[in-house]
């Protein structure tokens, strides 16, 4: 399993192409040539970079799912739209698709996000946005979320 670590800015031509942080690139060293999948978020208009390995364990879950239920069948759809493999090519570049671009906004400026085994790709003004907006949440959310120690240590 993949642990990320960092956000960092970088530019995206206009060709869609994103050059990679070198931070990122050492951190995936083990896993660059096996490419990557490109998605949607399903939270936020951002794109989601997943290494081939997390793809596969995420495609293992939602494999255990029962097709014959619709709730489960429209979920796989809307999570696999837009989906696209992608690779690190010899620049340590990755081609962002024209649809995900527009999908997320993106024109030049960029973040990547690390969130623990995958890399968000953020529109930088939006990026900024979400978490200025989220500074004022974030201290209940994280009581809710991280709060409960007790159950933490009887597991």
């Not at 209940?140 to 709060?147: F, P």
């Amino acid at each position: 399993m993949v642990n990320l670590i960092g956000t960092y800015e970088c530019k995206v031509d206009a060709k869609g192409r994103l050059m990679m942080s070198s931070a990122f690139k050492k951190q995936l060293s083990s896993v660059l040539q096996d490419g990557f999948v490109i998605k949607r978020s399903v939270f936020q208009s951002c794109l989601e970079l997943y290494p081939m390995q997390e793809w596969n364990l995420m495609m293992a879950k939602i494999n255990k799912l029962n097709r014959f239920v619709k709730k489960n069948n429209d979920f796989i759809r809307r999570f696999t739209a837009g989906v696209k493999m992608v690779d690190v090519d010899a620049s340590g570049r990755i081609l962002i698709p024209k649809d995900l671009c527009q999908f997320a906004g993106i024109e030049k400026q960029v973040v990547l996000s690390s969130a623990v085994n995958i890399i968000e790709i953020w529109d930088k003004d939006k990026y900024e946005k979400v978490i200025d907006d989220a500074v004022v949440d974030f201290a209940d959310l994280a009581e809710e979320v991280m709060g409960n120690t007790e159950a933490d240590e009887l597991s």
